[in-house]
């Protein structure tokens, strides 16, 4: 029993502590009074006075935005149209570099030809000039020879 009993006390004094805790939250509510409700009157006129003046910020930014993004676009677009005619360029000095080379390589090819041809007809050249030599040494002999009989 005296279990019980303490049981009970203890609700009893639960009780009062939450009939305290709703007296002391009452007796703290404010009344509202006019000046009261003026004061939220003007801090509602305020509150939308800044909404409406973020609002007019935000289209401000949104047409600037709009306005960069264009910008861009066209700075994109500009460079692309750079970047492709800078590649065909390129495209096109580099097959004319390799025709060159090729070209080039053919007359390489063709000097080369021509001289081995020149090569082999300037043989008897060679020869022939051995020969004249051979015959200058004669005629020299002879020369010689015959100053010697003259004298």
Same mark, same amino acid.
């Given at each position: 029993?005296?279990?019980?009993?303490?049981?009970?006390?203890?609700?009893?004094?639960?009780?009062?502590? !939450?009939?305290?805790?709703?007296?002391?939250?009452?007796?703290?509510?404010?009344?509202?009074?006019?000046?009261?409700?003026?004061?939220?009157?003007?801090?509602?006129?305020?509150?939308?006075?800044?909404?409406?003046?973020? !609002? !007019?910020?935000?289209?401000?930014?949104?047409?600037?935005?709009?306005?960069?993004?264009?910008?861009?676009?066209?700075?994109?677009?500009?460079?692309?149209?750079?970047?492709?005619?800078?590649?065909?360029?390129? *495209?096109?000095?580099?097959?004319?570099?390799?025709?060159?080379?090729? #070209?080039?390589?053919?007359?390489?090819?063709?000097?080369?030809?021509? %001289?081995?041809?020149? *090569?082999? #007809?300037?043989?008897?050249?060679?020869?022939?000039?051995?020969?004249?030599?051979?015959?200058?040494?004669?005629? #020299? %002999?002879?020369?010689?020879?015959?100053?010697?009989?003259?004298?």
């Amino acid at each position: 029993m005296s279990e019980q009993n303490n049981q009970q006390e203890k609700n009893t004094q639960t009780k009062q502590q !939450e009939k305290s805790v709703d007296e002391i939250q009452i007796k703290s509510m404010v009344v509202p009074s006019p000046l009261h409700e003026l004061k939220i009157d003007n801090e509602l006129t305020n509150i939308k006075e800044t909404i409406k003046n973020l !609002e !007019e910020q935000s289209k401000i930014a949104n047409e600037n935005l709009n306005h960069f993004f264009g910008i861009l676009k066209n700075a994109l677009s500009a460079m692309s149209t750079i970047s492709q005619d800078s590649m065909q360029l390129f *495209d096109e000095s580099s097959l004319k570099m390799n025709q060159s080379v090729v #070209d080039s390589i053919e007359g390489l090819y063709e000097l080369i030809t021509k %001289t081995k041809q020149l *090569d082999t #007809d300037l043989k008897f050249v060679v020869k022939l000039a051995h020969d004249i030599k051979q015959i200058r040494l004669k005629v #020299d %002999t002879v020369d010689s020879v015959i100053k010697k009989m003259i004298l």
